[in-house]
């Protein structure tokens, strides 16, 4: 049973420019959330998406996007890159309608790096 | 004032230590609580899961919510090498897809 996949799994990028990172979920999920991890900090939420739609966002800037496809995969996309999105980007996944924190479960992430 | 507030270590311990791991939080809206356990290069995985204030158990961890003190605890007992690795602590205010807050992680070391 394949868990939460992401990739790619180490991206460097150029301050300017813009990226795309993907998430399949767990099998049987259908919710996505995007979390960004700072080196030694926490992960902070970014969004959600459930029926192809942005359910929730946290503080984050426009600049941050996703999209949700019909096999419930999904993409998080960051435009004009900033040294400071330097980050773990990670992806957890959930069944909506039963999704308890400990159905929640964690993709081993994208790391970025923007220099 | 952070929502959540937990001490980054390092902590370093000699195996079969008993570990003492803990968060506290300003926002009294918090109802859920976990603790994941995060090794190098690799995403969270959910170790403890607790509804408001109380115990649990599940083998050599136990954890603690205190809510009238706003502070949760991790034991983990008799410490392996294998425990090593960043511990985060989790809340939220409500179950289902509630977006988690996140502590900044504990970076725990069990030396053989």
């Known amino acids: 049973d394949a868990g939460v996949t992401q990739s790619p799994t180490h991206l460097i990028k150029t301050r300017g420019q813009q990226v795309t990172l993907r998430c399949s979920p767990k099998s049987g999920h259908d919710t996505v959330s995007w979390y960004q991890q700072a080196l030694g900090q926490g992960p902070q939420f970014i969004f959600q998406y459930y029926e192809e739609e942005e359910r929730q966002r946290g503080n984050f800037p426009d600049r941050f996007s996703g999209h949700q496809f019909p096999n419930y995969s999904s993409e998080l996309n960051v435009n004009a890159l900033l040294l400071g999105d330097s980050a773990l980007y990670l992806c957890?996944?959930?069944?909506?309608?039963?999704?308890?924190?400990?159905?929640?479960?964690f993709g081993s992430g994208t790391r970025l790096t923007v220099v | 004032q952070k929502e959540v507030e937990q001490d980054p270590g390092p902590l370093s311990v000699p195996e079969g230590a008993i570990v003492s791991l803990n968060c506290t939080y300003s926002n009294s809206a918090f109802q859920y609580f976990m603790w994941y356990r995060q090794y190098s290069r690799k995403g969270p995985e959910l170790l403890m899961y607790t509804y408001s204030s109380g115990n649990k158990e599940d083998g050599r961890f136990t954890a603690q919510v205190d809510k009238s003190s706003k502070y949760i605890s991790l034991f983990i007992r008799d410490s392996q090498p294998s425990d090593s690795a960043t511990y985060l602590c989790?809340?939220?205010?409500?179950?289902?897809?509630?977006?988690?807050?996140f502590g900044k992680g504990t970076r725990l070391s069990v030396i053989a």
């Open positions: 957890a996944s959930s069944f909506f309608r039963t999704g308890g924190h400990d159905g929640y479960t």
């Open positions: 989790a809340m939220s205010r409500n179950s289902g897809n509630t977006p988690l807050v």
